[in-house]
């Protein structure tokens, strides 16, 4: 069974601070996506990451997948209220190309 | 296209009773996933489509649920004879290749009382 653990689970910070959040598994990945979600509406795709030491910007956000392609990170440089939300990390499996495996998310609140 | 639509937004059932949600994925897409997700929790897979074969589903679910994708279209997940652990958010996706992710619609709430 394929697990991704994400850190912190909870994280709140004031508007304008930066922050990092992790996607640890002890398996490989095809490719991560990152996903955020508000209350009652389903996930949205962020980005998605395929080569091991990929780095992808978004606006404030960044996102890397480790070497080895079992983690990622995300950081938010001066994050703002709007930011406010669960992300979660998804991988995709090697041998299993139907599904992917979730994290349970960060939680992050931003406070103006 | 609008996305991925899911119907109904919410559904409060007896114990016992038997409930039916409705997924349109996007049309160019013809992978179709069914997710559950409890509070606190990450999204937790339940079965998958590839057109209209169902070519993978949890050992998570009991016989109670039941999955369809005629036609390759829309799908329909079914539960049967209701408990009150199946109190969740239903999720649909669709994709066109694994790698490029999910695109989520707004997902069942269900509650069982």
């Known amino acids: 069974t394929q697990l991704l653990e994400q850190s912190p689970q909870f994280l709140s910070i004031q508007e304008g601070e930066n922050l990092t959040v992790y996607c640890n598994s002890s398996?490989?990945?095809?490719?991560l996506q990152w996903y955020r979600q508000e209350p009652g509406e389903g996930p949205v795709l962020l980005v998605t990451?395929?080569?091991?030491?990929e780095v992808k910007k978004l606006k404030r956000l960044t996102f890397q997948f480790g070497d080895a392609r079992k983690d990622s990170s995300l950081h938010i440089t001066a994050a703002q209220p709007g930011d406010t939300g669960l992300y979660l990390c998804?991988?995709?499996?090697?041998?299993?190309?139907?599904?992917?495996?979730f994290g349970d998310g960060t939680t992050l609140t931003v406070k103006p | 296209d609008t996305g991925v639509s899911q119907d109904p937004r919410h559904k409060i059932t007896k114990r016992g009773q038997n409930v039916t949600f409705r997924c349109d994925p996007i049309?160019?897409?013809?992978?179709l996933y069914w997710y559950r997700q409890t509070l606190g929790q990450g999204p937790e897979f339940l079965t998958y489509?590839?057109?209209?074969?169902?070519?993978?589903k949890s050992r998570l679910l009991s016989d109670r649920f039941s999955a369809e994708r005629p036609k390759g279209s829309f799908s329909t997940l079914e539960i049967q004879r209701t408990e009150q652990g199946d109190s969740a958010m239903y999720l649909c996706?669709?994709?066109?290749?694994?790698?490029?992710?999910?695109?989520f619609g707004s997902g069942t709430r269900l509650t069982v009382v």
């Open positions: 398996s490989v990945f095809s490719s």
């Open positions: 996706a669709s994709s066109s290749r694994v790698v490029d992710g999910y695109t």
């Open positions: 990451v395929v080569t091991g030491g």
């Open positions: 489509f590839q057109n209209e074969a169902q070519l993978e």
């Open positions: 998804a991988g995709g499996s090697l041998t299993n190309a139907g599904k992917s495996t």
């Open positions: 049309s160019e897409h013809n992978r």
